[in-house]
């Protein structure tokens, strides 16, 4: 059972929308992950922070921002979706070099 | 840089036939390494994983996965597989790093 939680489930949005997409976890892992996932394709890491305050990018160019304000709370944001970002984003949390647990994933469709 | 790399892009068995799925990963040093698995509809949850000691590990459902440090595998194995198998299954590599490279994936289907 996930601790690990990610709204919307999904989201169909405009092209030129701001959208953030939520991840919170209640387990106060200290790392945060967001990875990208197209079918058929493997995950991409985007987006990842090791603590409060600390963000980093990912293997995987993208347009998105981060935060980690809070430990729990690690929110990505477009600021002008487009086509292109139609994909399954997921989020993922663990304590040190641990097991990581995902949260269910958003579906963004942009049209 | 770090790979994953999953040979086997869609499988189709029968019921109690045996699973073998290959992965392959680049790099010369200590590696943790994992298997998930995605069901229909659901989260990614880990399958099993190997930090050190017993180069076999056992893991949820009877799968189990041999390390061969020589061959950089981690191949994914389970004798006798079910329908509710029918899964997506990951192989993750994590080394020197706090990233997990992903491999991109082996769909199972299992027909009754």
């Known amino acids: ?111 | 840089a770090q790979s994953v790399s999953q040979h086997n892009h869609h499988v189709i068995l029968s019921e109690a036939a045996s699973l073998e799925l290959g992965c392959n990963y680049s790099y010369g040093g200590t590696v943790n390494l994992f298997w998930y698995v995605q069901y229909p509809g659901q989260h990614l949850q880990l399958l099993l994983k190997y930090f050190s000691g017993d180069p076999l590990v056992k893991g949820i459902k009877g799968f189990e996965a041999e390390f061969i440090k020589s061959k950089f595998s981690f191949n994914l194995r389970k004798p006798s597989v079910q329908w509710s198998d029918t899964a997506e299954y990951f192989c993750a590599v994590n080394a020197d790093t706090d990233k997990l490279i992903f491999g991109t994936g082996t769909r199972l289907q299992v027909f009754p």
């Open chain 1, 1 to 111: 059972e996930a601790d690990i939680y990610q709204t919307p489930r999904y989201l169909v949005i405009g092209t030129g929308k701001k959208i953030t997409l939520e991840c919170s976890q209640t387990m106060g892992h200290d790392k945060m992950y967001w990875y990208q996932q197209d079918p058929g394709m493997e995950l991409h890491l985007i987006h990842y922070s090791y603590g409060v305050n600390s963000t980093e990018k990912g293997d995987l160019s993208s347009e998105s921002t981060v935060s980690r304000i809070r430990t729990e709370h690690f929110p990505l944001t477009l600021e002008s979706a487009r086509p292109s970002h139609t994909s399954q984003y997921l989020c993922a949390s663990r304590r040190g070099q641990l097991t990581l647990h995902f949260g269910n994933g958003t579906r963004l469709t942009v049209t």
